[in-house]
């Protein structure tokens, strides 16, 4: 893979390099099965938290929520983390279809049971954007989409049980963006919200690559501190004022924001929501959009209370927030080992 955010000149570069190669097409079929699970962690999952650990048999691996990585004060109900497993979900089905397993997904809450049966080898350029899809937090740069790429997009999107509202109108977009704001100074007023968050900064190279989770300071464009000095400087830098002048910087420079809803509010439509919206992603990144969660809106339950009416979604819930447009990669995040999320 050639770009700058994985160069290997450093310890954090030659990790996400082994990290994130290519799929390989292993011969035996306990390789295979960790290279699955591999790609499933590469996925999209909230604060990097990583909610997840795979019980590997024969014909099946298991997919079980790690409630020890629960975030609870931005996610209670664990809307977050089931989203993440369908997101994980997705990857795995893609790269099983590409090494010729088809795999049959059966959700559970105590875990997401995929049977692997043998089927021809079903390569797609989706397995290859599994490693390099990302949350981009850069500005975009402003441009519409053309409505080619707005069809891929919403053909990506499409799961039985999930809506995608696609808003490109700038109006639109100003009107999302006014529940970003709302729902952003609600968060960064609440204490739990900012501590919990502080603790999945990862402030330095050191500390992100010992954790290999969490949410890397350079990802958002952020220096690298020591720990005690970003633990510091994070509670007294954090503002509502300058919070919210990047989020409205983010969303004016997009070209679209793509809002997920579930045709229920529960973990089975949560899980479906995030493999249609991994799906959507990595189709993105096949198109070379990049992609970012706004998600305040939907973290806030009285934001998004009004949030939905203003969608007429009634009682419908809105599930996530993604703004879509073309812009700069950024710095890659780090998962931890594969060992690491194997049940044994
Ligand atoms: C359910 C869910 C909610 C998320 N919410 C946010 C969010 O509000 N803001 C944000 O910047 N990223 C959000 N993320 C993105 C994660 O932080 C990101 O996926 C994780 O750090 C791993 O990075 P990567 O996706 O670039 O590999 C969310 C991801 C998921 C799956």
Redesign the pocket.
């Known amino acids: 893979m050639t770009n700058t955010s994985l160069a290997s000149d450093d310890g954090y570069g030659a990790t996400l390099c082994a990290l994130r190669s290519p799929l390989s097409e292993p011969l035996e079929h306990g390789a295979l099965l960790l290279e699955l699970v591999r790609c499933a962690t590469?996925?999209?999952?909230?604060?990097?938290t990583q909610p997840w650990r795979f019980e590997l048999s024969p014909d099946v691996i298991s997919i079980q929520p790690d409630l020890s990585r629960r975030t609870p004060v931005?996610?209670p109900d664990e809307?977050?983390?089931w989203?993440?497993l369908g997101?994980a979900t997705e990857n795995l089905v893609l790269a099983a279809a590409a090494l010729g397993k088809h795999a049959n997904v059966v959700f559970g809450t105590q875990q997401v049971h995929v049977a692997l049966d043998n089927a021809m080898p079903l390569r797609s350029p989706l397995v290859d954007a599994i490693f390099q899809?990302?949350?981009?937090?850069a500005e975009y740069d402003g441009q519409p989409m053309p409505t080619d790429v707005l069809q891929e997009l919403t053909r990506a999107a499409d799961r039985r049980g999930v809506r995608l509202l696609l808003l490109t109108e700038r109006a639109k977009i100003e009107g999302v963006l006014d529940y970003v704001t709302q729902g952003n100074s609600a968060q960064i007023r609440n204490r739990a919200f900012v501590n919990e968050l502080k603790n999945w900064i990862r402030f330095n190279e050191a500390d992100a690559l010992a954790a290999g989770d969490?949410?890397f300071s350079r990802?958002?464009g952020n220096p690298t501190l020591p720990r005690w000095l970003g633990n510091m400087m994070f509670s007294m830098l954090l503002s509502e004022k300058s919070e919210n002048e990047k989020c409205v910087k983010q969303m004016r420079s997009s070209a679209g924001v793509a809002v997920f809803v579930g045709e229920h509010a529960d973990p089975a439509h949560w899980f479906e929501v995030?493999r249609a919206?991994?799906h959507f992603?990595l189709a993105a990144a096949t198109l070379g959009v990049r992609t970012?969660?706004?998600?305040?809106p939907v973290?806030v339950p009285a934001v998004r209370t009004q949030f939905a009416q203003w969608l007429g979604l009634g009682a419908g819930r809105p599930?996530?927030?993604v703004r879509f447009g073309r812009g700069p990669r950024?710095p890659?995040?780090l998962?931890r080992p594969v060992a690491e999320v194997i049940v044994r």
Do not use: I
Not at 133 to 137: D, F, I
Not at 292 to 296: E, I, Y
């Open positions: 590469l996925a999209a999952n909230g604060h990097n931005v996610d809307h977050h983390l989203v993440s997101c899809r990302q949350c981009t937090r969490g949410l990802l958002t995030g919206y991994e992603a970012a969660f706004l998600n305040q973290e599930d996530l927030v950024m890659y995040s998962r």
